[in-house]
């Protein structure tokens, strides 16, 4: 089990999720060297606008899987950013995190 590799991706994922925090922008997987990534656009559902699955697999086995949403927080009258859902779990659960921001109008 190759647990740094895990830790480096995940702490690479979450300063791409503090750059979309900052800017408000949405997801968007940064390279990550030696795995395979699978990405899948999934059905929307209620106020999904986009939902995505990253599935980020190691040569060894390790792997994290991400779920992102970006979802529409409009109500009638009224004009608020979208806001970004994601869940990110992994081989190792200790690493697991959920986080969430709102995008620029």
């Given at each position: 089990?190759?647990?740094?590799?895990?830790?480096?991706?995940?702490?690479?994922?979450?300063?791409?999720?503090?750059?979309?925090?900052?800017?408000?922008?949405?997801?968007?997987?940064?390279k990550?060297?030696?795995?395979?990534?699978?990405?899948?656009?999934?059905?929307?559902?209620?106020?999904?606008?986009?939902?995505?699955?990253?599935?980020i697999?190691?040569?060894?086995?390790?792997?994290?899987?991400?779920?992102?949403?970006?979802?529409?927080?409009?109500?009638?009258?009224?004009?608020?950013?979208?806001?970004?859902?994601?869940?990110?779990?992994?081989?190792?659960?200790?690493?697991?995190?959920?986080?969430?921001?709102?995008?620029?109008?």
């Amino acid at each position: 089990m190759n647990v740094m590799k895990v830790q480096e991706a995940i702490q690479i994922i979450k300063e791409q999720i503090l750059q979309c925090e900052r800017d408000g922008e949405m997801f968007d997987l940064p390279k990550i060297e030696n795995t395979k990534v699978e990405i899948n656009d999934l059905p929307n559902e209620g106020a999904d606008l986009l939902h995505q699955e990253y599935k980020i697999n190691f040569p060894d086995g390790e792997y994290i899987h991400i779920d992102y949403h970006s979802k529409d927080k409009c109500r009638p009258f009224q004009i608020n950013p979208d806001r970004s859902v994601i869940l990110v779990k992994c081989s190792l659960p200790e690493l697991d995190f959920t986080c969430s921001w709102d995008e620029k109008y």
